[in-house]
């Protein structure tokens, strides 16, 4: 991987949110669609990408421009082209072809998130840029196959994420990991759990936030999925 030392070394150790790692492990299938919303350098994109196999595909998404481009070389020096598809672009509740306020993370270890609509990124602390926007239904309406797994971490922005996939989370119904930064987002979210009918396992630390939300149809076998994410010998049905 392309990283910046000393800042991102630990990236490079595999152990970076574990906890993701194993759901999203314990969910993937050869042949799965993944979208990575806020893949940052691709920690997650890559290791989703050797599990998809050759008939599988990763679209990672980030504002960042610097992050895209790196997706981009991580992406060629593993071999994985045409496994992954990096979309440089903030995914969002609605679509901004003029482009959309993004303020960059402090450093390069750092993430950015959108600042508009009265959303404020909670670690950015770096310059602001416009950068393409995109629904999770209009990209997919350019003809993107739609994904069965979706992982969401773009800083305090994730309510608005899902707000952008109203047919997607209707007809497709992917199971979802979201990383919700505050109580705002959080309260949104459960209220849109009930409204597209999705049952939810929250994690919360003991610091309140960031909590994680893994998140499935009713209609699915989502306790399977959980219980997998200890023991890696079940799959989700």
């Known amino acids: ?29 050869p042949g799965t669609v993944f979208y990575d919303i806020g893949a940052h350098v691709g920690i997650m994109t890559l290791g989703t990408a050797r ?68 959303n404020h990124p909670v670690l950015a602390r770096g310059d602001t840029i416009r950068v393409p926007a995109i629904t999770l239904d209009d990209f997919i309406a350019t003809g993107a196959a739609a994904p069965q797994l979706i992982k969401v971490d773009v800083e305090g922005g994730e309510y608005e994420v899902l707000r952008g996939g109203s047919t997607l989370f209707t007809v497709q119904r992917p199971f979802i990991i979201v990383e919700v930064h505050h109580q705002q987002a959080a309260d949104l979210i459960t209220l849109w759990l009930d409204e597209y009918r999705y049952s939810s396992n929250w994690e919360i630390p003991k610091e309140g936030f960031p909590r994680r939300l893994f998140a499935w149809p009713t209609e699915r076998d989502g306790a399977t999925w959980m219980r997998a994410r200890l023991c890696q010998n079940l799959k989700v049905p």
């Open 1 to 29: 991987m392309q990283i910046y030392l000393p800042g991102e070394g630990s990236l490079s150790n595999g152990d970076h949110e574990p906890e993701v790692q194993d759901a999203i492990s314990a969910a993937i299938r």
């Open 51 to 118: 599990l998809v196999g050759e008939s599988g595909c990763v679209v990672a998404f980030d504002g960042d421009p610097e992050n895209a481009e790196r997706l981009r070389v991580n992406s060629e020096r593993n071999g994985f082209q045409s496994r992954i598809r990096v979309v440089h672009g903030a995914v969002w509740s609605r679509s901004a072809s003029d482009g959309i306020a993004f303020r960059r993370g402090a450093a390069a270890s750092s993430q950015g998130g959108v600042e508009a609509d009265g």
